[in-house]
C-alpha cells in the first residue's frame, strides 16, 4: 500500500511527535490502579492501550515488509501482549506486561527507530501510508483513552482549556432545506491518504430533505426524556427497546437530576447540563427514539456526506471539510485542542456547511441510519482489521468530535460503533421530510426548536428543570421565530 503524494518527511515527523506528545499527556497522571482499570468490554487496560501503540508503529514502519514477511520486534513477547487482532480483549488484564516505565521506553524505542528510517530514506511512498497510518492510529486511540477517563471516573485531561466564547453561543435551531440529486459518496483517488472503508467515490441518489443547522441539543434531548421518552414502547426499535430494558436507561448515561434539575457527571465531577450544547453519550438506540418522538429520522450517510461535502450550485465537486478546503482552524470546528469539551452548536460559524449545517465536523460525533458497510469494489488495506470485521453490525457516525485531531478528518471520514455505546463521544443531527410548500412545521421537532428559541434568556447557563417543562407551550407572540429553511 503506497501513497503517489503526501506529506515530505518533515510532516511525517511532526505528525508522529504530535501524537506521542498526546499519548504521554494523556498517560502521564496514571498510576496504580488507573494503569490497569476495571474489566469491562469497552474500555481497554490503559497499559496494555499504551504499549499496543509502540507495538503498532513498530509494526507497520519497522517490521513490514509489504510481501508477507515480518521482521522481529525489538520487544520479546511483543505480538503475544500487543497484538489486537490475536489477543482476545477479555485476556488484556492478566497478561504480564512490562511495566509503565518499562511500556513509555517501548514506546520511545520505537519512534526513535522510525524517525531515524524517515531521516534516512526520506518520505518514501512505503513511509508516507505506514507513518500517517501510525499517527492516525495513535490519535484514534487517544480520543479512546480521552473517553475512558470519562469512563472510569479519572480526571478531566484538559482542564487547563477554556471554551471562550464558544460557551455562551446559545442555540441553532431550524432546517436546511438541501435538494439533493446525484453525487459521488466516498473519496476519490487523488485524495491522499484514506482508510479502505472510503474506497472509492461511487455515484449515489438522494432525494431533496431537510436537515437540522446543528445537532440535537442538551434542552431538546431533555424534553424528550421528561416526556417519558425511555418509558415509551412505541418509540423505540426492537432492538433499542430490548437495550433499553435490560439497561434500564431512563435517561443519557452520565444524567441525574438532583432537585428538579438535570446534572450530568463529567469526568471526575459533577456538573449543571449546559442546554445548548449537543447531547453526548447517547447511543444510536437512544438518537432513533428520539427522533421517532420528534417526528424526524437520522440522516443517511449519502446524506450526511451530501450536507457536509457538496455546494449550492457545484454539485460536482466536493469539499474536504465542510467550509471548503482551507486547513481546520480553531475557527472552523471544536476539535482537539480547541475546547477540550462540547460547545454550544451555534459556536463555530465559519465552518458551516456550504448548505449552512453547523458543527459538521466537531463537538460530537453523528450518529447516522446505516450499518457500517463495504463501498462497491471493496479491497481491504494491509491493515486488514481495521474495516471488514467490524462491516454489518456497527452504524456509522460522522463528523468527528472534541477530542478528534483536525488532520485525521475529512468528510468522507466514517466512523463506526455497536449501536449500544454511550461511552463514545456521539450525538446526532435530524433530518425530515422536504416541508409543504404552505409553510406548516414539518415535524414536531421543529415545533420544539421554535419553543427553546422561546425560553431561552440571556444569561441562561444550566439547563433547569423550568427550562425542560415548556414541551408543548406555544411560543408567545413576539418571539424570536428562527427560520424554518433555507430557500435554495
Ligand atoms: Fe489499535
Wanted: proline share 8%.
Amino acid at each position: 500500500m503506497t501513497l503517489a503524494a503526501g506529506p515530505d518527511a518533515a510532516t511525517l515527523c511532526a505528525m508522529l511527535h504530535d501524537a506521542r506528545a498526546r499519548t504521554l499527556a494523556l498517560a502521564r497522571d496514571l498510576s496504580g490502579e488507573q494503569l490497569l482499570g476495571p474489566r469491562l468490554s469497552i474500555v481497554n487496560p490503559p497499559l496494555w492501550e499504551i504499549g499496543h501503540l509502540g507495538w503498532f508503529q513498530e509494526h507497520w514502519c519497522l517490521r513490514y515488509e509489504g510481501d508477507g514477511r515480518l521482521r522481529p520486534s525489538m520487544l520479546a513477547h511483543a505480538d503475544d501482549f500487543y497484538n489486537s487482532a490475536t489477543v482476545p480483549h477479555a485476556t488484556r488484564w492478566d497478561l504480564p506486561l512490562p511495566d509503565f516505565d518499562a511500556t513509555l521506553g517501548y514506546l520511545q524505542r520505537v519512534l526513535d527507530r522510525v524517525l531515524e528510517r524517515i531521516d534516512r530514506e526520506g518520505a518514501t511512498e512505503h513511509l508516507r501510508y505506514f507513518a500517517q497510518l501510525a499517527a492516525f492510529h495513535e490519535e484514534m486511540h487517544c480520543e479512546a483513552f480521552t473517553y475512558t477517563r470519562q469512563t472510569l471516573g479519572y480526571a478531566a485531561p484538559d482542564r487547563g482549556r477554556q471554551a471562550g466564547a464558544a460557551a455562551n453561543a446559545g442555540a441553532w435551531p431550524g432546517d436546511v432545506e438541501i435538494p439533493g440529486g446525484e453525487f459521488m459518496l466516498g473519496a476519490a483517488p487523488d485524495t491522499g491518504f484514506v482508510f479502505d472503508n472510503e474506497k472509492w467515490a461511487h455515484a449515489v441518489e438522494v432525494r431533496p430533505f431537510c436537515m437540522a443547522r446543528a445537532p440535537v441539543t442538551n434542552v431538546e434531548f431533555a424534553a424528550f426524556v421528561d416526556d417519558e421518552g425511555y418509558r415509551r414502547r412505541e418509540l423505540w426499535s426492537d432492538a433499542g427497546w430490548q437495550w433499553r430494558e435490560q439497561t434500564g436507561a431512563h435517561a443519557p448515561v452520565y444524567w441525574q437530576k438532583r432537585d428538579g434539575e438535570w446534572l450530568q457527571r463529567h469526568y471526575d465531577t459533577v456538573v449543571p447540563i449546559p442546554p445548548h450544547h449537543p447531547v453526548i453519550h447517547v447511543n444510536c438506540y437512544e438518537a432513533e427514539a428520539y427522533c421517532r418522538w420528534a417526528g424526524r429520522r437520522l440522516p443517511t450517510e449519502a446524506e450526511w456526506e451530501f450536507a457536509a461535502a457538496t455546494t449550492p450550485g457545484l454539485a460536482g465537486c466536493k469539499r474536504r471539510h465542510p467550509w471548503g478546503d482551507a486547513a481546520p482552524s480553531a475557527r472552523h470546528a471544536n476539535l482537539f485542542g480547541v475546547v477540550g469539551a462540547c460547545a454550544d452548536v451555534a459556536a463555530f460559524a465559519e465552518g458551516d456547511s456550504g448548505w449552512g449545517c453547523r458543527q459538521m465536523f466537531g463537538n460530537v460525533w453523528e450518529w447516522t441510519a446505516d450499518w457500517f458497510g463495504p463501498y462497491p469494489g471493496f479491497e481491504a488495506d494491509p491493515y486488514k482489521e481495521y474495516s471488514a470485521p467490524w462491516f454489518g453490525d456497527h452504524k456509522v457516525l460522522r463528523g468527528g468530535c472534541f477530542a478528534t485531531r483536525a488532520g485525521l478528518l475529512r468528510t468522507t471520514w466514517r466512523n463506526f460503533y455497536t449501536p449500544d455505546r454511550r461511552d463514545v463521544f456521539a450525538g446526532f443531527r435530524t433530518c425530515a421530510p422536504v416541508p409543504p410548500s404552505d409553510g406548516a412545521p414539518a415535524s414536531r421537532e421543529q415545533g420544539s426548536r421554535l419553543r427553546d428559541a422561546a425560553v431561552r434568556e440571556p444569561g441562561a447557563a444550566t439547563l433547569s428543570a423550568g427550562a425542560t417543562s415548556v414541551s408543548g407551550v406555544t411560543p408567545p407572540e413576539g418571539a424570536p421565530v428562527p427560520p424554518s429553511g433555507v430557500a435554495l
